[in-house]
Structures are given as C-alpha cells and as structure tokens.
C-alpha cells in the first residue's frame, strides 16, 4: 500500500530552537495534515494543508504542502517545553475515498529546558 | 463538546478471554476507524465503517471483529485476545466527504498476558 516517509524518527532540541521535520511519498495527495499526540492521548490535528504549495501557520507552526504533491514539511520556531509528543503527518490520495488517511510513523520530539 | 470517546483507558486481560472496546462519538459522522500503535510501527489501520452496517479491513485485521449497528458507535472486538495484540488502541471517526482529518479518540492501552 502507499507509504509515508516521516523524517527524523526521533529528536532532542533545547527549548528555543526552531524545528523541523518532513514527509514524503512516492505518490501524490490531494491534502496533507499535521497531528500531535501528547503523551497518553491520541493525537490531535494541528495543521491542514489542501493545495499544493500552500503555507500555513497555526501560532509558532508552520506548514507547506509541497509543490509536487508529493511531501510536506512541519516547522517549530522557538520550541518549548509543552511541544514535547509525537508528530505525524498524513496524506490523502486521489485514489482513495475522501475518508482514507494514511499516516507516516511519527517524529518523537523531546525539548529540554 | 464534540468527541470520540474510548473505554476502558486500560485494560489488563488474559490470554483467551473476550473482550470488547467500546468506541462513540457524538459528532454525527460516517466514518469510523480502529488503529493500534506500537513503538516503531506508527499508527496502523485495524478496521474502518463507511456507514452503519457497512464495515471493511484495514491493513492489521487478524484477530479482530468490529460491528457498526448504529452511527456513533463502532465497538472493537477480540474474540480470543493474544498476547501480540498487546498495544495502544486508538477510534477514529471524521465525515466521509470532504477532508477535514480524523478526531482521535483518547487512546485504549490493552495489556494481555
């Protein structure tokens, strides 16, 4: 089935740094989203990217769907302690029904004070 | 408040015995889904509802049933649960046209031993 590429797998940042992180697929998406999961909940969307090329923030996140369709990238500007969880980015084909996500396997960002 | 809402939060069975997780949301949506989480393998499809009696697998079906009677329900089912079923257990749900992502449940953590 298709596959999303998330990169890095894991992260250790101190508070202040900027952030980022990617996903990329073999296969184009009609949309590209940004979850978060806190530790012990399940995620929670973040950012939702619908055309290709579009850039959007959500406070110190930003977002771009890139333009081939086929990856997008996540930014952090001055992390701090509370952006620690799990990042995952997931894509939505042209192939599939509007319902069907797939999930790339997650970035753990750990923020040190 | 608008909500997927999973129980139990944890649970601890045996080798053998069923077991069912429930899963409703309040939202109105078509679609429902079960993932598992695991350490290195991401978020991973179990089984998915595009309306009430209408289910289908996902990628990671072995082992489980799902049943969707009525439209906020979408209860997760293991007949003769093993210890390889050990995971955290997440529902989903979002409405099936247009691409609005998921609302995550808060998460099943199910030990079985």
């Known amino acids: 089935g298709q596959q999303l590429n998330q990169s890095p797998q894991s992260m250790f940042i101190q508070e202040g740094e900027d952030v980022s992180m990617n996903c990329t697929s073999s296969?184009?998406?009609?949309?590209w989203l940004w979850y978060k999961q806190d530790p012990g909940e399940g995620p929670v969307l973040l950012i939702a990217?619908?055309?290709?090329?579009e850039l959007t923030s959500n406070g110190r996140l930003t977002a771009q769907f890139g333009i081939t369709r086929k990856d997008s990238f996540l930014n952090i500007s001055a992390s701090i302690p509370s952006d620690v969880g799990i990042y995952f980015c997931?894509?939505?084909?042209?192939?599939?029904?509007?319902?069907?996500?797939?999930f790339g396997k997650g970035t753990k960002l750990t923020v040190n004070p | 408040e608008a909500q997927v809402t999973q129980n139990p939060r944890y649970l601890i069975t045996v080798t053998g015995k069923k077991l069912t997780v429930t899963c409703s949301q309040n939202?109105?949506?078509?679609?429902m889904s079960w993932y598992r989480q695991d350490p290195g393998l991401g978020l991973r499809q179990i089984y998915y509802?595009?309306?009430?009696?209408?289910?289908d697998k996902g990628d990671v079906p072995e082992g489980y049933k799902v049943s969707r009677k009525e439209k906020r329900n979408f209860p997760l089912i293991l007949e003769s649960p093993s210890p390889n079923q050990t995971s955290l257990y997440f529902c989903?749900?979002?409405?099936?046209?247009?691409?609005?992502?998921?609302?995550f449940g808060s998460g099943t953590r199910l030990t079985v031993v």
């Open positions: 989903a749900s979002s409405f099936l046209t247009g691409s609005y992502g998921y609302t």
């Open positions: 296969s184009i998406f009609n949309t």
């Open positions: 990217l619908y055309k290709a090329g």
């Open positions: 997931a894509g939505q084909s042209p192939q599939s029904g509007s319902e069907k996500l797939v």
């Open positions: 939202m109105n949506h078509e679609y």
């Open positions: 509802s595009m309306n009430v009696e209408v289910t």
